[in-house]
């Protein structure tokens, strides 16, 4: 398990070597591709489980990695682990559509004060998905205890929270999964109606967690 995963185009490793050096004077756990993997079934394992094992994938953009397969490859597969994503901009380029959306931190004139910055973004996404993370989930029991005009939607969320391992849900994140079009001041009272859970404050707005 390491906090952080780089992907970047070889032509860019300077600059990730440097990047792997800031993050691990902070005291953050790397995985970067140092060696010279041969595309084919063995890269594409170890870069999923570099993946899988991190808790934030960096993305270094430039003109030689927005034409990379193979980063391409891997941030993909990040968002499609829902790993937090930060692209960090360090040359002239245009980024994939998928990732114009995520703001970028902009490196291409960068300072001592920039990597502060990058290096304190970082441990805020990490310390944001300790905060939803759980290190149990929830049992069937508590699914059956769930009754009335609320069973369908509290079995939706306890599922989801069950498979992605979590404790606390943001009702953000309850609506945009198409759990349920409520909004926040309805979920509070479903929260209210229901022992299984608590109302709980998150980084990114108001959720609920499980008791």
Not at 23 to 43: I, T, Y
Request: net charge neutral.
């Amino acid at each position: 398990m390491s906090d952080v995963f780089i992907s970047y185009s070889h032509t860019d490793k300077f600059f990730a070597e440097l990047l792997r050096h800031k993050l691990e004077e902070a005291k953050l756990s790397v995985w970067q591709d140092r060696s010279s993997l041969a595309a084919g079934d063995h890269w594409r394992e170890a870069i999923d489980i570099g993946i899988d094992g991190s808790s934030v994938v960096i993305v270094a953009l430039s003109q030689e990695s927005t034409m990379s397969l193979y980063v391409t490859y891997e941030w993909s597969f990040g968002l499609a682990k829902e790993k937090p994503t930060l692209p960090v901009l360090i040359g002239d380029c245009r980024p994939h559509p998928k990732l114009e959306p995520i703001q970028y931190i902009d490196f291409r004139h960068h300072t001592e004060a920039s990597w502060d910055a990058l290096v304190q973004r970082v441990k805020e996404i990490i310390l944001d998905s300790d905060r939803e993370a759980g290190s149990a989930p929830v049992g069937k029991k508590a699914l059956d205890q769930l009754s009335g005009e609320d069973k369908e939607l509290g079995n939706k969320i306890l599922a989801y929270m069950n498979r992605k391992n979590l404790r606390l849900l943001s009702y953000d994140r309850v609506r945009s999964e198409k759990m349920s079009e409520n909004d926040n001041k309805k979920m509070q009272e479903f929260v209210k109606r229901h022992p299984q859970f608590r109302r709980a404050r998150l980084r990114k707005g108001a959720g609920l967690a499980i008791v």
